[in-house]
């Protein structure tokens, strides 16, 4: 294929977003059956500032640029789905999202550093409290996505997700993108966002390890702080991982991410998959 540009999305409610090079696209599926399509041009500082394109940096910039388009996709999505009637503002959703980053800040820096701290005078050695910090981080991420993915409202958002990768794989293998053709493509991909946050716990274990004994206050503090270079990191091992994907050594890389995967998607049915057929049409309605 002569096009290089990785595309990549996210699943919202009732409905998938999809980003391209310069623009993104949602497709939600309203109350009355009919699909809502808002494509819009995309103009980040990542696109403009040429430094920030450099490994690393690009990483941090594409976190904070996922995350200010998945407010924006999210709180569009949710505007569909309930009706005119009942909209939500941006700043609810900001709100929400507000709430959902210090619930991730409790559970993710706080919890585990804390379990660590509390065996460190059964567990003196620096490194192996970084390995319980790290595998207790992971032991809460698990939990976290098994017991969310138990409420009926996300199993759909999951299912929307799995159609998502399976209109991605379909054009990635050159495929034509009809419901039919489309269904037969796994519901897992290298480059998800799921793969990423695991990355992003299993770099942070190693990356840790070299900061050395700290006291309990800095130690929560640098793993807030040092987040956008972990991201960074796990970023280029992400885009490795997606470019290298049929190399032997590369499957086994990310195999974990895909199995974390089972836990994030749902095999999707016709009507999400035309949803996600939908938003990606549209983005590419230019070429």
């Known amino acids: 294929m002569k096009e290089t540009y990785q595309y990549g999305g ?3 409610i009732e409905g998938v977003m999809m980003r391209g090079p310069d623009s993104r696209a949602i497709a939600v599926r309203r109350p009355d059956q009919t699909i809502i399509v808002d494509r819009r041009p995309v103009s980040t500082p990542g696109g403009r500032i040429s430094f920030l394109k450099w490994p690393l940096l690009r990483g941090t910039m594409a976190l904070i640029e996922a995350l200010v388009l998945g407010i924006e996709a999210l709180t569009y999505s949710a505007n569909q789905a309930v009706g005119e009637e009942e909209e939500l503002s941006v700043r609810e959703m900001v709100l929400t999202i507000a709430v959902a980053l210090g ?3 409790f559970l993710f ?5 804390a379990a660590a701290h509390l065996l460190k005078n059964m567990f003196p050695n620096v490194f192996l409290q ?4 790290g595998f207790f981080r992971i ?8 017991a969310i993915s138990r409420l009926e409202d996300i199993k759909r958002v999951f299912q929307y997700h799995g159609a998502e990768h399976k209109v991605i794989n379909a054009y990635e293998a ?13 519901t897992f991909h290298p480059r998800c966002g799921t793969s990423f946050l695991l990355i992003v716990l299993l770099i942070s274990i190693l990356f840790f390890s070299f900061l050395g004994d700290q006291v309990l206050w800095w130690r929560i503090l640098s793993r807030i702080l040092l987040l956008p270079v972990i991201a960074g990191i796990s970023y280029e091992l992400l885009k490795l991982s997606g470019k290298y994907a049929s190399v032997s050594w590369c499957r086994f890389f990310i195999a974990p991410g895909l199995w974390v995967q089972k836990l994030t998607t749902r095999g999707p049915d ?9 938003a990606f049409a549209a983005l590419r309605e230019d070429g």
């Open 139 to 146: 032991a809460v991420f698990l939990a976290y996505l098994v």
């Open 130 to 133: 970084n390995l319980i910090e």
């Open 270 to 278: 016709d009507a999400q998959v035309e949803v996600a057929i939908s």
């Open 103 to 105: 619930l991730a800040v």
């Open 174 to 186: 050159g495929d034509e993108l009809t419901v039919e053709r489309v269904q037969r493509y796994p």
């Open 109 to 113: 820096a706080i919890l585990p550093v």
């Open 10 to 12: 996210q699943a919202v």
